[in-house]
Each structure stands twice: as C-alpha cells, then as structure tokens.
C-alpha cells in the first residue's frame, strides 16, 4: 500500500512539473510580440514631435502630443507597423514604430515628483551604495541609460556620468540585466 501511494504521489508531482513547465514555455512564448521582440519592453522617443494616437493608424485621433525627443516608453502591445506604448505617468497610446529608438532612456524617479525641493536621485561614481556621489538628480529628469547590472544603471544627465541606483528609475525593468 505504501508503494503504490508513493508512486501515485510521484506520478503527480511529475505531472504537475510538466504542466508548469508547459505553461511557463507558453509566457515565454506569448511574451514575444509579432515583431519577434520581447513584450513589454522599454524604448525611447526618436523624434522631437510625436503624436500619440488613440488606435493603431493615422486614421485615430491624436490624444497626446510628445514634444521631445528621449523620453523613455514601455511597448506594451504591437500591431503591423504600430506600438501601443505607456508612458512614466501611465498614459498609453499608440505611435508608429519608426518614431521610437532602441536606445534606452529612464525618467528619476517620476513618483517622486512635487514631493519637496530636497528629494533627489543619488548619481554615483561606482555602482555601489556608499560610492561617492557625483550628481544629485531631481526627480522627472530624462538619462541615458548605457547599461544596467540588475541593480544598478550606468547613466548620463547634463554632463555628469555614473550609476544609478535600478531602484530609482523608471526605464529599467526590476532586476533587469543589459549592455
């Protein structure tokens, strides 16, 4: 009796491993946009003037119009040449591809906005917690984000170059690890 309770237990733990390794496989393949490129993913603005529309062509009204270029977005739907993008505040909308760059961009910490004139975003020389700062950053300002270790960015802003901490940005996704 012992055995054939041990080797039904077994029988369905091994289906139930096979069963969450299906329905991870099918994430992982539903996280791929019809353009082959993982979905949500973050991007930036390209051009100067962007209208953000309320459907997927020119056809749909313009809801929203980005006045400068950099400004980091999360695609987060595709449809034929078009990207159904959110932006730091949570605004979405659709735009055409070619108005958006591969090169990463973050915002600091945008949810920090309009908290106090003493809130600021610690640039750092090394990406390390107690490296010397070499930029305090207000919140809702723009970088360049070079690369990202999964706790930490290298970014650009106005002159001055350093890490950032992955925490304190919006542009990176948590743990996320790029060149």
């Known amino acids: 009796m012992r055995n054939l309770v041990m080797r039904f237990s077994l029988a369905t733990l091994a289906g139930i491993l096979v069963s969450v390794a299906g329905i991870q496989m099918a994430h992982a393949q539903a996280a791929k946009g019809p353009s082959g490129l993982p979905l949500p993913r973050f991007v930036s603005l390209k ?28 695609i987060i739907q595709e449809y034929d040449n078009w990207r159904r993008i959110r932006d730091a ?18 915002v600091t910490a945008p949810w920090m906005r309009g908290k106090g004139e003493d809130v600021f975003v610690n640039m750092r020389r090394e990406a390390l917690p107690n490296a010397t700062i070499v930029a305090k950053i207000q919140p809702g300002v723009v970088v360049k984000v070079g690369e990202c270790n999964g706790d930490w960015c290298r970014a650009e802003a106005e002159g001055a170059a350093g890490w950032v901490s992955q925490n304190e940005i919006w542009g990176a996704y948590p743990g996320e690890a790029f060149k």
């Open 89 to 106: 505040d949570g605004t979405e909308g659709w735009v055409n591809q070619a108005l958006l760059s591969g090169e990463r961009t973050a």
């Open 47 to 74: 051009a100067k003037s962007v209208n953000l529309r309320v459907g997927p062509s020119v056809d749909y009204a313009v809801a929203w119009r980005y006045m400068k270029s950099g400004v980091p977005v999360e």
